[in-house]
């Protein structure tokens, strides 16, 4: 949706206006994790730049009293795109069977894989479109994309191909990693597909499109040498290095990955206090993924510790076919609240600006500062009721560079938007 001639808007009257404690931080850690402010009043910005006072006119005056007015949600852990569901996968879960039983029969990842394999580019980019639509609903107006389910040369340069395809036809900004070992490959041991992976970087890398690499480390998937491995060819490829670890066996996989530069380290469900001890003072995100534990009936991240401990704590949904169909960071922000005894200010720092840190944005969006871009939601109701009204969408309006990209049925009227 568009409103015509809206260069410069100002919402006005608003309950709360979410900012961090001081501006330029990079992240939120320790004590400021929690010292956001909310104060209420006015927000403008021009041309999709989020401006250093209120706006005395604008092209487009909402008056939103009573509401929050928060960054978009920035999901830094997602897997789109992908083809189909595993919907029959969780109702064995359901009734018992491990994942990685169902793995070794040929479900989890090798399910996807062949689904990825049998549906058309137009099939896959249409799920994602639709995927796409309902995250921005709830609020996210940024994504990371990883591939993983091409689980060949082939399949996996497709996959980042139509992930980037995808990103032209979304109005959220997008990122691209290449989860290159995500499952080892029929015909291949884990050495040997690592081999693989190393030559096709020129391809990866030609792609113009990949932000950062990744790598599912578990006795099912790959092993630390192979993560050491993995972080010299982010290195070399000027990648981002993301990592899998440390969900359901506990490897040793986090001091490997912070001395490869990982950029972060996500599940973290298994957990050591030495982990938390080493990410206490990284330059490397812990990226929880509450979704996937819930409905996986996993371990639980140490969340509250993690934070405790001044590390750079971040959420995000997971979203796949399997182990986390989850797309909607207001339901990701209710289960930390709840599973880990975040506050809701510390939730929200853990989807905006830490997430955009994770993602290399942090200069250009995740928090509401003068200068950086106005990608910002309009919430109906207090920022405490994301996670009290647990399962509810808060979102009214969702602004991408200013652009009211999203706007809910009842709010239509008010900004006399057009689709």
């Known amino acids: ?34 010292a956001q402010t909310l104060t209420g009043g006015d927000l ?12 005395r006119s604008a092209d487009l005056e909402l008056d939103v009293p009573g509401c929050a007015v928060v960054p978009g949600f920035v999901d830094c852990h997602t897997h789109l795109p992908f083809a189909g569901w595993r919907a029959d996968e969780y109702a064995q879960r359901l009734a018992g069977v491990p994942y990685n039983e169902i793995a070794a029969g040929g479900g989890g990842i090798r399910a996807s894989a062949r689904a990825l394999a049998a549906a058309s580019d137009q099939q896959v980019l249409a799920q994602a479109r639709d995927m796409a639509v309902e995250m921005l609903a709830a609020g996210t107006t940024t994504f990371e994309m990883k591939s993983g389910y091409g689980l060949s040369r082939e399949g996996e340069i497709r996959a980042l191909r139509l992930a980037a395809e995808f990103a032209l036809s979304v109005p959220q900004t997008t990122l691209s990693t290449a989860l290159l070992a995500h499952a080892v490959p029929d015909g291949y041991d884990a050495a040997g597909w690592m081999h693989e ?12 499109s990949v932000s950062a690499l990744d790598i599912f480390v578990e006795t099912i998937a790959f092993s630390v040498s192979d993560l050491a491995a993995m972080g010299a060819l982010a290195r070399a ?21 912070l001395t490869a530069g990982a950029r972060s380290v996500d599940h973290l469900s298994v957990a050591s206090d030495d982990d938390v001890a080493l990410l206490a003072d990284a330059a490397c995100a812990a990226v929880l993924l509450p979704a996937a534990e819930f409905l996986g009936a996993e371990h639980r991240a140490p969340g509250r510790v993690l934070a405790d401990a001044g590390a750079l704590v971040v959420l995000a949904t997971d979203a796949n076919p399997g182990t986390a169909p ?5 339901v990701v922000i209710g289960l930390a609240a709840r599973l880990y005894g975040l506050s809701p200010m510390e939730t929200l720092a853990a989807c905006t600006l830490n997430a955009a840190w994770t993602l290399g944005l942090e200069a250009t969006l995740g928090s509401i500062e003068p200068g950086k871009r106005a990608d910002v939601l309009v919430l109906d109701s207090p920022v405490e009721s994301i996670a009290y009204r647990f399962g509810r969408n808060p979102v009214a309006v969702a602004f991408v560079g200013g652009d009211p990209v999203y706007v809910r049925d009842d709010w239509v009227d008010r900004l006399g938007v057009r689709s």
């Open 44 to 55: 403008g910005w021009s041309d999709g730049v989020l401006s250093e006072g209120p706006l």
């Open 1 to 34: 949706m568009s409103a015509p001639g809206a260069r410069s808007v100002a919402l006005r009257g608003a309950g709360q206006i979410l900012r961090p404690p001081r501006v330029g931080l990079p992240w939120l850690r320790g004590a400021d994790l929690a």
């Open 326 to 330: 989850v797309v909607s960071m207001p």
């Open 237 to 257: 490829g000027g990648l981002m290095l993301r990592t899998h670890v440390e969900q359901f066996e506990r490897l040793g996989s986090v001091p490997v990955a």
């Open 197 to 208: 992976v190393g030559e096709m970087m020129g391809e990866v890398l030609d792609l113009g």
